[in-house]
């Protein structure tokens, strides 16, 4: 059944406080990535430490690229 289904809970401010950074914060090694500065290796690395830092909501819903 869909008993076990994640339930969305309502985002706070806080959270979309954190996305704002995280995503202001990638920004600049997305594009780095795309022009071939960083490798994706690099850019996994920076992510991790990103994502750890901000702990972002919606990060695994969009794509490197």
């Given at each position: 059944g ?9 985002v706070?401010?806080?959270?979309i ?26 850019y996994r ?11 972002p909501?919606f990060v ?6």
């Amino acid at each position: 059944g869909f008993d076990n289904a994640p339930r969305s809970l309502p985002v706070t401010k806080e959270q979309i406080t954190a996305e704002i950074k995280y995503q202001a914060s990638i920004a600049p090694f997305r594009l780095m990535l795309k022009n071939g500065q960083i490798s994706t290796e690099d850019y996994r690395v920076i992510d991790t430490i990103l994502t750890e830092k901000y702990l972002p909501v919606f990060v695994q819903f969009i794509p490197p690229n």
